[in-house]
């Protein structure tokens, strides 16, 4: 089973910005679509953006303008570039892959505060 392994988060102001990765072991990106949640203490996890395979996006209305999702197929990862982060985007970060079997990476914590 492929696994999916996120990095990149860590605290940072608001204002500032992040990008989060979240590499496979092999090309899936090219293959299924994929997304990022993410989930907040105390909160249900939320879609935050996803990726077709033909590369069509689709944001939360809540960071429309601010983050973008991407993928380096050759690199056999997805990416979550963040900017102009606000408290309220703190959370779990995870990465998943609507395969055969929804696949799901382990979370990285982003904590936007001063």
């Known amino acids: 089973q492929v696994q999916l392994v996120e990095s990149g988060g860590g605290l940072v102001q608001p204002g500032g910005s992040l990008t989060l990765s979240c590499a496979a072991a092999r090309s899936i990106f090219s293959m299924y679509a994929a997304a990022w949640y993410r989930q907040a203490p105390g909160k249900q996890r939320e879609l935050v953006a996803q990726i077709a395979v033909g590369g069509s996006t689709i944001y939360v209305d809540s960071v429309k303008g601010r983050f973008t999702i991407a993928r380096d197929n050759a690199k056999s990862t997805m990416y979550l570039q963040m900017s102009s982060l606000k408290p309220e985007d703190t959370a779990v970060y995870y990465c998943?892959?609507?395969?055969?079997?929804?696949?799901w990476g382990q979370g990285t914590q982003v904590t936007v505060s001063s």
């Open positions: 998943t892959v609507w395969g055969p079997v929804q696949l």
